[in-house]
């Protein structure tokens, strides 16, 4: 039984990836998004065995394989070149997120989603039961139950929990993409990473396809001063932090084009204690934003949607209370020991690298 009227706030992963599987269960929503149509923030990400399968059931697992590029090997070195580790990865694909995002949402109706509508706050019935979404351009839409996608700084979080904490993190990333070929070819499908001896300093190079290469500077922002977002400064940035690092780091840095580098703060989000409120759910980032080391969050955000749908779609009750205490539970107990590993992941990124140096993904949910 599908519980009327469903708007989707914020048509990223978790947003579309929701639409897609509700309407192959027959259910029917609208998508706000923030941003215009081709609005993709964000280079690329690995996704993993867990994404995957939950892509499956989305329908769109072959169509993301067929543009995402299969990582098989994962390699660590030091930044003097020595291998730390190396080994096999379980099932690992890099990807960019214009790609991936294009191949989820292949097939869902254009009037379903509406671009330049930025949430801007909800209003509610007495019963605390919120009647409509308000967008900033006066816009507005009213609907049954309402879907919070809008990523880690969401807005509608900060509507239904204004008390939760998203922290500032201690690691910022410079993330770029370049195209090359030759430079791909010499990854064989490997997802690599330099770490600084010293601990809180790392590049890492994650193929994303034949042809493009996502790469991501972390470091320690206790250590080293963020640098301003100008192409200049990055560049220098970059190069004096990575003076003398290995070959391919510094083929790397010579083809990027430091116009197309960002600046990314990630950080993590206090545990919430539900992952709704009255008709408000929220999903992926916005539900329980972490520490970029697991590279968990795409992969999470499909699950989320996938779960909520099929159980939203499968409820026999006329209220969808039930269908989000079931899904809030679920995934609270998913996520509880990622968020827990994503913290331990950057504890030893500040640290110096030891010989027992594990994959710096969370391979399982
Ligand atoms: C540098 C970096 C590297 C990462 N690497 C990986 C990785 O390797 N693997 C991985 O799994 N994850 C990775 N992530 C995390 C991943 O990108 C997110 O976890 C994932 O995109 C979450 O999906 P989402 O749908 O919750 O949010 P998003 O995909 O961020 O989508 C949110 C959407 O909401 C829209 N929006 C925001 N505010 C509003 C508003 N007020 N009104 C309307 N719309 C709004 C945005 O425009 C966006 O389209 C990385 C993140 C960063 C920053």
Redesign the pocket.
Known sequence: MHPGKVAI?????????FAQRYRQLGGQVSI????GPQ??????????AN?FEALSSVGRRSAVEKLSYPLTDCTIRDHRGNTLLDEKLEWAHGIT?SAFLEALSRGLPESWIRHG????HFESNPNGRVRRAI??NGEQVEADLFLG????????RGEIFPTAKLSGSRVI?L?SEIESDLLVARTRKRFMKFRHEEGGLALGL?PASRRKLIW?LQFDAEKYSTPEADPGRLESFTRLLTQGWPGPVLQLIQATDFRRT?I???GALEPLNAYFRENVAL?????H??H?F????????IE??VLLAETLANSHSSTSRHALTSYSEARKAAIRPLLKLGNTLQDEFLAPPTVDQRIP?ATTA
């Open positions: 706030i914020g048509g990223g992963i978790a947003g579309t990836a706000h998004e923030r941003g609005h993709h923030p964000g280079m690329g990400f690995i996704l993993l994404g997120r509508q930025a949430f801007s967008f900033e996608c809008d990523g880690a700084n969401s807005r509608v990333e993330v994650v991501y960002r990314c703060h990630t999903l992926g980032d916005a539900a934003a972490m970029s697991t590279s968990q969050g795409v992969n999470t955000a989320d949607a993904l």
